[in-house]
C-alpha cells in the first residue's frame, strides 16, 4: 500500500502565508514527478505545482512568484509554500505523486485525502 499524507492547511488572512506538506510512504521502490493540485468549489481540479524527478519545476501561471515547490529525495516528502496568498486560492489542495511501487510495475498516480485552505479577512 501507498499512502499521501497532506498537513498545513488552514485559514488566513489575503497577504498572508502557509506552507503545506506531504509524505509518501508505504511499498515505494520510486518517486518520478510529487506536486500539488487544487479544486475550487464548482471548478475542475488544476494542477498548481510539480517537481520533477530530475528536479524541474512547474507552476501554475496564476501561483508563480507566490508559491514555491521544494523536495526531498529521501524523506520522499513534497512542500508548497505559498506566500501573498488571495482570495481565489482558496481551495482544496491535493498532493500527487507517480510512484512506482516496485521494479516490475508501472508508475501510477496516487492522491492525498486533502487539505482545505481558506484566504479570507
Known amino acids: 500500500q501507498v499512502q499521501l499524507v497532506e498537513s498545513g492547511g488552514g485559514l488566513v488572512q489575503p497577504g498572508g502565508s502557509l506552507r503545506l506538506s506531504c509524505a509518501a510512504s508505504?511499498?515505494?521502490?520510486?518517486?518520478?514527478?510529487m506536486g500539488w493540485y487544487r479544486q475550487a468549489p464548482g471548478k475542475q481540479r488544476e494542477l498548481v505545482a510539480v517537481y520533477g524527478r530530475g528536479g524541474a519545476t512547474n507552476y501554475a501561471d496564476s501561483v508563480k512568484g507566490r508559491f514555491t515547490v521544494s523536495r526531498d529525495y529521501v524523506k520522499n516528502t513534497v512542500t508548497l509554500q505559498m506566500n501573498d496568498l488571495k482570495p481565489e486560492d482558496t481551495a482544496v489542495y491535493y498532493c500527487?505523486?507517480?510512484?512506482?511501487?516496485?521494479?516490475?510495475?508501472?508508475?501510477?498516480?496516487?492522491w492525498g485525502q486533502g487539505t482545505q485552505v481558506t484566504v479570507s479577512s
Open positions: 500527487n505523486a507517480a510512484i512506482q511501487r516496485s521494479s516490475n510495475l508501472n508508475y501510477r498516480n496516487y
Open positions: 508505504g511499498s515505494i521502490f520510486s518517486i518520478n514527478a
